[in-house]
């Protein structure tokens, strides 16, 4: 893991009902390298009456940079709302203004992996010179990573790349291994968090992925043999993104939760890979 890759707060993990500078001054504050955003988020900033010009200098005030764009989904169908192109558009856009080269998205449509891999491609395309993270999620239409791994690859594109996150690897019921330099090579970032020993049941998975996620290390799903499994795959993520996404931990306020979340974070990272800790740490 390269020691460049900024430690990441992810869009969901502050939730979506702060101000946009309030937003930055928590994830400084708490010592994070960079923020994530999603489509959503950076509007919610533009309704407050920012524009790009102001929401570049609020992150050059407290030196912090935005480094994860997300989401864009659907993407796999034939016919697509103006909503969903808009927001592709959106993304593009951002990654422009931020300069972030990959973009997370996901698919929760069910397709097989000719038709999964081809319009990936097209996204691709239409995405270039930016990066298409597909991210694999057990109650998505790519639910684990074996079928993430085929789509890309099937998709024969350039700009194809694979984003784990920890939480969706254990609930997936994959066991850590050493991924070949060919697996490897397609992972473009990481997103870190735990999980509690028993899931919840498996047509509300996703609530308790969008509603009761742990802190990196503070639950029963080892994350810190999660982030030795990305150290012994030789896998240098371009970005680590902390997301957790947690209704209780939110609830004590933007600013106690990144610091918990940063704080059990840097403890995981200290376990399995010390030089990718800051600085200041």
Known sequence: MSKQAPITV???????????????????????????LRAETYVDALAEGLHDDDILKILEKYNIKVTEVE????????????????KEQLCF????LFGVN?????LMENYSVEH????????????????????PMPYSG???????????????????????DSWHWVRADQSYRTLTKEEAELIISIQINDAYERPYAKSILRDES???????????????????????????????????????????GIKEAAKYNFDNTVKVLGQVWKEQLPENK
């Open 93 to 96: 856009h951002m990654c422009k």
């Open 210 to 252: 969008m509603h009761d996620r742990l802190a990196p290390g503070t639950g029963a799903k080892d994350t810190a043999g999660f982030v030795r499994m990305i150290k012994e795959s030789g896998i240098n993520p371009k970005v680590i993104g902390v997301e957790v996404i947690s209704d209780s931990i939110l609830a004590k």
């Open 142 to 164: 790519i639910p684990d990573f074996d079928k993430a791994y085929a789509v890309v690859k099937k998709a024969g594109v350039e700009n194809a790349k694979i984003i784990l």
């Open 10 to 36: 992810s869009s969901w993990t502050l939730g979506d009902e702060c101000k946009f500078e309030d937003r930055v001054k928590a994830a400084k504050d708490a010592g994070f390298e960079g923020i994530g």
């Open 71 to 86: 989401y864009i989904v659907q993407w796999a169908e034939d016919k697509r709302s103006y909503e969903q192109k808009y």
């Open 116 to 135: 999964t891999a081809q319009k990936l491609k097209e996204l691709c395309q239409r995405s270039y010179p930016y990066v298409i993270g597909v991210e």
């Open 102 to 106: 990959h973009i997370n998205v996901g």
